[in-house]
C-alpha cells in the first residue's frame, strides 16, 4: 500500500462520496445496527414468552450495516437451541439438558467437529438403538447425524442454513438452528493467544472477543468422508464484533469487493468465491496494516490492496478462516477449469485502475461514479438514505405486530381467566432482571400492547357487573397500553367505551387519534400475512432518517393492526364480532398455521377509526359528521395501498351501507372483500343475512 498513484485520492473521495450517497455511511450503518439489535433482542423475547428455550441472534451483512438496496442482502438469522448443551469436558455435563460430547481429531476436518450424544440423568454415553438422526460407529458411539433439523415451512435447505425466499413483502432469510458451546471450542482459541502491539484488533478487542458464545451448526466439510456427521464451529459472535469495530472507509471497501464479486465473478461462477471469503480476506488485511491507513482518501487503494489479497488467495487455492486458521476456505472450491477465468476477472479489476469501478451496474454506482468523477451532484442528497430509514423501521414494526399476534394466539380459544394467566406470565417475565438495556426496550414495546389486551380482557368479561375496581383497573391498564403507536392502543380503550355506552368519550378519543393520525406521515403496519407491501410515505422516510432514537417513533408515526380475541368480544363491536368466526368448516381446510389470526378479529387501524366515528356519530344523531365518517371510510379502500384487512374494512363498510339502508352498495362491500379473500370472509355470512331480508321483505 505504500505506492499511491497521483488519481488515488481523488477516485477515492469520489468513490466515498457515491457510497455516502446509496447508504453506506455512517449514520445508517449505526440506524441499521440499532434497529436490528432490538429486532433481535424482540425475537428472543418472543420466543422466550412461548416457553421455547432459545436466543436468536442475527449476524451477516443486515446487522453489520455492510449491504445497500441493489446488493439485497440476506438477514441471517441464527436460532441457539439452549436446551442443548456442547461440552469438550466431562466437568462440562450438566443435569436435564442434551448433552454433546465434541469430538475433534486427526478424522475430522478442522473448523468442524463430531458430536456425540450423552445421557441427560448421567455423564455417560447414550447407549440406544441408532434412529433416523444418529449413526454408530465403529468405537460404539452414537453420533449426532447434522441433518436432524426438519426443513421449515416455506423454505429450502442451504447448506447448514433454511432459506426462505420469493415470499411477497418478506426480505429474503437465512435461519440456522445451532447449539451452543459450553467453552469456546479449542481450534478457535489459538487466534486468541497471538501476541499483539500496534495491529487491529487490539487487545481489548481480543478479550471481548474471548468471552464472546460459540456455535455449533448443522453442515459438514464438503467431500469429507464425515460430511454427514461432521458440525461447523461457528465464530459469528466474535466476527460479528470485529465488524462492528471497523471504520467506514473498511466496511465501504468490504461492501465494493461484494459489488466487484457480483458483477464480475458470481454471474458466471456462483459457487466458488462467496461474501464471507471477501470479508474474511479483509480482515486479514486489516490486521496485516496500521488503523490510519484506512482513510477516505485512501479507499480506492484499500480496495486495491484487497483484491490484490484475494487473486493471490484463489491463485494458491490458501484463504484461513480468521480464527480457526486450520480451516482453509478455499479447499476445494476451484475447478481446474475455472480457476483460470476467475483469476483473469480479477487480474481485470485489479489492472484497470479504477476504471472497471464504471462497469459496476449494482446500485447504478457506474452512473454515479462517472458523475461524480464529471463534477455533477451524484446523488439527490439522503433520497436513498431517508428510503433505508424508512424501510428498516418499518420492517420491524412490522415484526412486532407479528410478534404481537403470536402471543395472542397462544391465547384465543382460552377463557378469559386462563388468558388473564396467560398474560400475567408474559408480564412478569422472570428473566427480566438478566436483561440488557435494549432488551428491557424490546420488552417495553411488546408490554404496551399486552397492557391494552390485559385491560380488554378483563373489562369484556365483566362488563355487565357494574363492577367499579374491576373498570378502574381494566382502564387503567388500557391507559397503559396507549403509546404503542398512534392509534392502535387508543382505538382499544375507544372500544371500550363505546361498549361500555360512554358515547361522549368515545368520541373525545376518536377525535384525538384523528389529530394525532398525519395521513401524510403515518405507516398502516401489518404482518399477519404475506402480501405485496407499496412504497412508504416520503414524510415517514424523512422522521426514520433524521431520529436517532427510533423506539421513540413507534407511537407516533406507525399505526398497527387492532387485535381483539374472543374472550375481549364484548369490548369489540357486533359488526366486528363477526371476523372472529369467518371461517366455515370447509374453509379451514385452506388455512395454514400460520393463519391463527383468523380466529381473531383483526382490523387495521385507519378504517376501522372511521368506522368507530360513523358509530359513534350515529348514536349522537350528527348526521353531517357520520356521512363524513362514513365517505372516509369509502375513500380509505381506494387511496392507501398499504392495508392488509382491506377485506375486513370491507365487510365493515358493507355493514354501514346496510344501516344507512343502501342494499347495493353494501353488497358491493361485500363482492369486493370476497374478491380480495375469497375463503375465510365472514363476506359470505353477510351476504347470506342481507340475501335473508331481502327475500323476507
Avoid at 482518501?297 to 480496495?303: A, K, M, S, V
Avoid at 432514537?549 to 380475541?565: M, N
Amino acid at each position: 500500500m505504500s505506492r499511491i498513484p497521483d488519481y488515488a485520492h481523488n477516485l477515492s473521495l469520489r468513490m466515498s462520496q457515491v457510497m455516502d450517497g446509496i447508504g453506506v455511511s455512517e449514520k445508517i450503518m449505526m440506524k441499521r445496527r440499532r434497529l436490528m439489535l432490538l429486532n433481535e433482542s424482540l425475537f428472543t423475547l418472543t420466543h422466550q414468552l412461548l416457553g421455547k428455550d432459545r436466543n436468536v441472534f442475527f449476524f451477516g451483512s443486515q446487522i453489520e450495516g455492510t449491504t445497500t438496496i441493489g446488493l439485497n442482502s440476506d438477514l441471517d438469522c441464527l436460532i441457539s437451541m439452549n436446551n442443548y448443551n456442547v461440552i469438550q469436558d466431562w466437568s462440562e455435563w450438566e443435569y436435564g439438558k442434551h448433552n454433546l460430547l465434541m469430538i475433534q481429531d486427526e478424522y475430522v476436518s478442522p473448523g468442524y467437529c463430531l458430536l456425540q450424544e450423552l445421557r441427560d440423568d448421567a455423564p455417560l454415553p447414550l447407549v440406544v438403538e441408532v434412529n433416523d438422526n444418529s449413526y454408530r460407529d465403529r468405537m460404539g458411539r452414537i453420533l449426532l447425524k447434522n441433518t436432524m433439523f426438519n426443513v421449515l415451512e416455506n423454505a429450502v435447505r442451504n447448506g447448514p442454513a433454511q432459506s426462505v425466499r420469493d415470499v411477497p413483502g418478506v426480505e429474503d432469510n437465512d435461519y440456522v438452528l445451532a447449539f451452543p458451546c459450553h467453552e469456546r471450542p479449542v481450534q478457535a482459541g489459538h487466534w486468541l493467544n497471538q501476541h499483539r502491539e500496534e495491529h487491529w484488533p487490539t487487545n481489548d478487542i481480543v478479550q471481548y472477543c474471548r468471552n464472546t458464545r460459540c456455535f455449533v451448526v448443522g453442515v459438514g466439510k464438503s467431500g469429507s468422508v464425515n460430511e454427514l456427521l461432521e458440525w461447523r464451529i461457528s465464530t459469528s459472535f466474535a466476527e460479528r464484533y470485529l465488524m462492528f469495530n471497523l471504520n467506514i472507509t473498511q466496511i465501504r471497501c468490504y461492501v465494493l469487493m461484494k459489488m466487484i464479486l457480483k458483477t464480475f465473478i458470481t454471474l458466471r461462477f456462483p459457487d466458488n468465491i462467496s461474501s464471507f471469503m471477501c470479508k474474511t480476506v479483509l480482515l486479514h488485511c486489516i490486521s496485516y496494516t496500521r488503523s490510519d491507513a484506512w482513510k477516505e482518501i485512501t479507499l480506492f487503494i484499500c480496495l486495491s490492496f484487497c483484491l490484490s489479497t484475494l487473486y493471490n488467495c484463489v491463485q494458491n487455492e490458501y484463504c484461513p478462516h480468521f480464527f480457526i486458521t486450520q480451516n482453509n476456505l478455499m479447499s476445494g472450491r476451484f475447478l481446474p477449469e475455472t480457476k483460470p477465468l476467475i483469476l483473469e476477472n480479477l487480474r481485470y479489476v485489479i489492472e484497470s485502475d479504477g476504471r472497471a469501478l464504471l462497469e459496476i451496474k449494482c446500485d447504478n454506482i457506474d452512473k454515479y461514479l462517472q458523475s461524480s468523477l464529471n463534477g455533477f451532484e451524484p446523488i439527490h442528497p439522503h433520497f436513498i438514505p431517508t428510503l433505508i430509514a424508512g424501510q428498516l423501521l418499518k420492517y420491524i414494526t412490522r415484526d412486532i405486530s407479528s410478534f404481537f399476534k403470536c402471543l395472542l394466539s397462544e391465547m384465543n380459544d382460552l377463557s378469559p381467566r386462563l388468558a388473564m394467566q396467560k398474560l400475567l406470565t408474559f408480564m412478569s417475565y422472570h428473566h427480566i432482571e438478566n436483561y440488557t438495556n435494549i432488551d428491557r426496550k424490546a420488552y417495553r414495546l411488546i408490554t404496551r400492547y399486552l397492557c391494552s389486551s390485559r385491560g380488554s380482557i378483563l373489562s369484556s368479561s365483566n362488563i355487565n357487573q357494574q363492577d367499579h375496581l374491576t373498570y378502574k383497573k381494566a382502564l387503567e391498564f388500557l391507559s397503559l397500553g396507549l403509546d404503542s403507536d398512534v392509534a392502535s392502543g387508543k382505538l382499544k380503550l375507544a372500544s371500550f367505551f363505546y361498549c361500555t355506552g360512554d358515547i361522549e368519550r368515545t368520541e373525545l378519543i376518536l377525535k384525538n387519534i384523528e389529530e394525532c393520525y398525519d395521513l401524510s406521515v403515518v405507516e398502516p403496519i401489518c404482518w399477519c400475512y404475506s402480501f405485496k407491501h407499496y412504497s412508504i410515505r416520503d414524510k415517514f422516510k424523512g422522521l426514520c432518517y433524521e431520529s436517532n432514537e427510533e423506539c421513540r417513533l413507534f407511537k407516533h408515526i406507525t399505526a398497527s393492526c387492532v387485535y381483539f380475541i374472543r374472550c375481549e368480544r364484548n369490548c369489540c363491536p357486533l359488526e366486528l364480532q363477526h371476523e372472529m368466526f369467518r371461517s366455515t368448516q370447509e374453509d379451514h381446510a385452506y388455512r395454514s398455521r400460520d393463519d391463527k389470526w383468523m380466529n381473531m378479529a383483526v382490523v387495521d387501524s385507519l378504517p376501522y377509526l372511521y368506522f368507530l366515528q360513523y358509530k359513534t356519530y350515529s348514536r349522537l344523531g350528527r348526521q353531517d359528521d357520520k356521512q363524513r365518517a362514513l365517505n372516509n371510510i369509502a375513500r380509505t379502500m381506494d387511496v392507501e395501498p398499504n392495508l392488509g384487512h382491506r377485506d375486513t374494512a370491507l365487510n365493515l363498510l358493507g355493514q354501514c351501507m346496510e344501516e344507512e339502508n343502501n342494499i347495493e352498495n353494501a353488497f358491493k362491500c361485500y363482492a369486493r372483500s370476497l374478491q380480495i379473500r375469497g375463503r375465510n370472509n365472514s363476506a359470505k355470512f353477510h351476504i347470506c343475512k342481507l340475501l335473508h331480508k331481502l327475500i323476507n321483505n
